[in-house]
């Protein structure tokens, strides 16, 4: 059987057990509508991975030959879905499963100058702890997405951003870091800049999703990713949504990108702090920007409003190009200083049409800095409509040939 | 037959003889893969409608019943899609066969007062007297692509943005344009803003079609149009593109939209003959720019400058946040004063990561104001794969059905 086709019949008779509980293969085979025959070879395969289980033989239920039919249900052990959220210092990893429950997560740290296999390497041997020390297993994977600190793919060396001595200015994946995942599960993978997934997981989650939305976080830079009409948006060349290097201040801060006054010179957490130094207020790092907004230091008051203000320009710009129906600010400080979010809410209203239902929400991100792998998650929940036109970065050949199984590269072209 | 199986079919028969010229019924069977039976019901219909004609008979090919085989073309003066650019003060049209060819090309002036009812009816007379003029009809078109001077579809009233005094500043096409146009020539309508439709037009049109494409159009207004991952973004509430209303200077003059100092008092024609005035230089209208330019007058040329700078620093942005391939600068006066997109692409140079390769294509705009048909045009060509995902706005059930074809309006989600 195809493996495509494979695949189909395998996410129906496992969306089947999600919704219906334990069944007969003959109540499986009419609810998904395929042969016993080809049924049959799909139960098989998942029971021999350990993705179902037989519970129970239910006496009134006999098959074909007579048999006390057996019922099947997914295994509760099974992990569905894996995100794993690699930063610059430590990767996150989430599992969950069918019902998209959480199983197991955690984190490990690496140096920031680890190469990217070590990091995968960390990456995998964290995954087989922590499905050994829960009891999870991983032969049923259904999909992994993985987040990457760098734009994704990576833009082609030429188009790459570099400083002025050369360094680039931010650390793409190197292409095939989803190979290494995609060889050892079996399953799909999906790869993308860490804060576009962030920017989908904010778009999808929750009662109110939303098909267009405009996300940015601060933290050591200042990030961005982009939900329009139900797209990720990745643009031309890998990067879309950066948002940090919209220049505020032609006349700013030198950048690390090589220009002056980007948004990310004024915003970022770096950025902050430093401005905070500059009025006489020395803060070293977010705690004690925390205590003095807790204490309302006036200089940390004017700086904090002055960077809203100046992010509020620039999400109102994108306000108006895009017309988002939301704009989701991320990083830890938002939660330390609420009035960041305030601030470029109110200056955001005052740069689009002045009509006050005409606007978009302006929220603090419902994810945090931590939940990385969240967002990674987010990208292979199947009932994801959003991710119906997204391009899957590898797809297994055959997923269960293993040891010879190989992979392919879908080309990153939009149909 | 179910409407949609029907024009689905009749697309393959149609495009069949597009490429092979006159055949057979029983050839065109075999090309597109139907029965002899559902075949004859469809070159029946599209016969009775005039889409195609009988050329002559093959006395090598004998149908099934023995009488030599008629062979089928497209009728050469068969319209297969139509173009309407709905203007503030005119409107026009444009017809073109199955090889996309112009047939006819015409248009009409209203008053900017008349009603959406008296601009219809008008536009409709034209196409009539156009087609009889030429020897065209109407009654196989494919679809018919509407261009509205405002968004599209409407926001609802109350995010609809008014200016102090409480006037629209942006002229919504009531819902329902499409209506008449689908119940005089049973075809799909789709509806949108032109400027959107222009940037699709210059996206697709040419070798070299790009998926990433920022459009910005100068003239009595700034309007925009942005084409993301290959499709035409409208926004959540049909606002998408406004770049004209990004704010370039927060004490700058006033906007008919309510602000200041957004990009359309700057850079319109209104805004840079208002500039010129503002250094001594009177001008009236785009001759006398025309004329100010050809004898380089500095004021102009350096109002020009200005007026290109600020763009560039808005389309700037805008390729940060999308990262597109082309950045496409519109309107008569771009042509009169090229200085306007040389400034406008250095300024842009200025404005991104500082590596060269990594910047958008700036170009000219291909198509000319007066080209707007073309840009619906461009909406409905069947072949435009930009277009699988477009929602239509209006299509008809039973196209054959008349007298008593009724209209649907599909749902302005995304799948």
Same mark, same amino acid.
């Given at each position: 059987?195809?493996?495509?086709?494979?695949?189909?019949?395998?996410?129906?008779?496992?969306?089947?057990?999600? @919704? !219906?509980?334990?069944?007969?293969?003959?109540? &499986?085979?009419?609810?998904?509508?395929?042969?016993?025959?080809?049924?049959?070879?799909? /139960?098989? !395969?998942?029971?021999?991975?350990?993705?179902?289980?037989?519970?129970?033989?239910?006496?009134?239920?006999?098959?074909?030959?007579?048999?006390?039919?057996?019922? %099947?249900?997914?295994?509760?052990?099974?992990?569905?879905?894996?995100?794993?959220?690699?930063?610059?210092?430590?990767?996150? $990893?989430?599992?969950?499963?069918?019902?998209? +429950? &959480?199983?197991?997560?955690?984190?490990?740290?690496?140096?920031?100058?680890?190469?990217?296999?070590?990091? /995968?390497?960390?990456?995998? @041997?964290? &995954?087989?702890?922590?499905?050994?020390?829960?009891?999870?297993?991983?032969?049923?994977?259904?999909?992994?997405?993985?987040?990457?600190?760098?734009?994704?793919?990576?833009?082609?060396?030429?188009?790459?951003?570099?400083?002025?001595?050369?360094? /680039?200015? %931010?650390?793409?994946?190197?292409?095939?870091?989803?190979?290494?995942?995609?060889?050892?599960?079996?399953?799909?993978?999906?790869?993308? !800049?860490?804060?576009?997934?962030?920017?989908?997981?904010?778009?999808?989650?929750?009662?109110?999703?939303?098909?267009?939305?405009?996300?940015?976080?601060?933290?050591?830079?200042?990030?961005?990713?982009?939900?329009?009409?139900?797209?990720?948006?990745?643009?031309?060349?890998?990067?879309?949504?950066?948002?940090?290097?919209?220049? $505020?201040?032609?006349?700013?801060?030198?950048?690390?990108?090589?220009?002056?006054?980007?948004? @990310?010179?004024?915003?970022?957490?770096?950025?902050?702090?430093?401005?905070?130094?500059?009025?006489?207020?020395? %803060?070293? !790092?977010?705690?004690?920007?925390?205590?003095?907004?807790?204490?309302?230091?006036? $200089?940390?008051?004017?700086?904090?409003?002055?960077?809203?203000?100046?992010?509020?320009? $620039? &999400?109102?710009?994108?306000?108006?190009?895009?017309?988002?129906? +939301?704009?989701?600010?991320?990083?830890?400080?938002?939660?330390?200083?609420?009035?960041?979010?305030?601030?470029?809410?109110?200056?955001?209203?005052?740069?689009?049409?002045?009509?006050?239902?005409?606007?978009?929400?302006?929220?603090?991100?419902?994810?945090?800095?931590?939940?990385?792998?969240?967002?990674?998650?987010?990208?292979?929940?199947?009932?994801?409509?959003?991710?119906?036109?997204?391009? @899957?970065?590898?797809?297994? +050949?055959?997923?269960?040939?293993?040891?010879?199984?190989?992979?392919?590269?879908?080309?990153?072209?939009?149909?």
């Amino acid at each position: 059987m195809h493996a495509l086709v494979r695949r189909t019949h395998e996410d129906r008779v496992l969306r089947a057990l999600q @919704e !219906n509980g334990a069944m007969s293969r003959g109540e &499986i085979a009419r609810v998904v509508g395929l042969s016993r025959t080809t049924l049959s070879e799909i /139960t098989g !395969n998942l029971l021999q991975r350990g993705a179902i289980v037989v519970v129970d033989t239910d006496a009134s239920l006999r098959e074909g030959s007579g048999r006390p039919a057996e019922r %099947l249900a997914l295994d509760p052990s099974s992990a569905q879905f894996m995100g794993v959220d690699f930063g610059h210092r430590r990767v996150h $990893v989430a599992v969950a499963d069918a019902s998209h +429950k &959480i199983l197991v997560s955690g984190a490990v740290r690496y140096d920031d100058t680890a190469s990217w296999q070590t990091r /995968t390497g960390l990456a995998l @041997e964290l &995954i087989e702890r922590l499905g050994s020390g829960a009891g999870v297993h991983y032969g049923a994977l259904q999909g992994v997405g993985i987040g990457v600190p760098g734009p994704y793919p990576a833009p082609d060396g030429a188009a790459w951003p570099r400083d002025s001595r050369g360094a /680039t200015v %931010l650390h793409p994946a190197p292409e095939g870091v989803d190979v290494a995942f995609a060889e050892r599960f079996g399953a799909p993978v999906i790869v993308d !800049n860490n804060t576009r997934l962030a920017a989908l997981a904010e778009a999808i989650t929750g009662a109110d999703s939303v098909s267009d939305l405009v996300y940015v976080r601060l933290s050591d830079g200042v990030g961005g990713g982009l939900v329009v009409g139900g797209q990720l948006v990745t643009g031309s060349g890998g990067l879309a949504g950066e948002l940090g290097h919209v220049t $505020v201040a032609p006349a700013g801060r030198p950048c690390r990108c090589g220009k002056r006054g980007c948004l @990310e010179t004024v915003a970022s957490v770096p950025g902050i702090l430093a401005a905070c130094w500059e009025f006489g207020l020395r %803060l070293e !790092n977010l705690d004690d920007l925390a205590a003095a907004v807790a204490r309302s230091h006036p $200089v940390a008051d004017r700086v904090l409003r002055e960077a809203a203000a100046t992010l509020g320009r $620039v &999400i109102g710009s994108a306000t108006m190009i895009l017309n988002p129906a +939301k704009v989701v600010i991320g990083g830890e400080i938002t939660r330390l200083a609420p009035v960041l979010v305030e601030q470029a809410a109110a200056t955001l209203a005052a740069e689009i049409f002045p009509t006050a239902s005409a606007g978009p929400a302006v929220e603090a991100a419902r994810l945090s800095d931590e939940d990385g792998a969240l967002g990674a998650l987010a990208a292979v929940f199947h009932n994801s409509p959003l991710l119906a036109r997204y391009p @899957e970065t590898a797809e297994v +050949k055959g997923r269960s040939d293993a040891p010879d199984a190989t992979t392919e590269r879908a080309a990153h072209v939009r149909p």
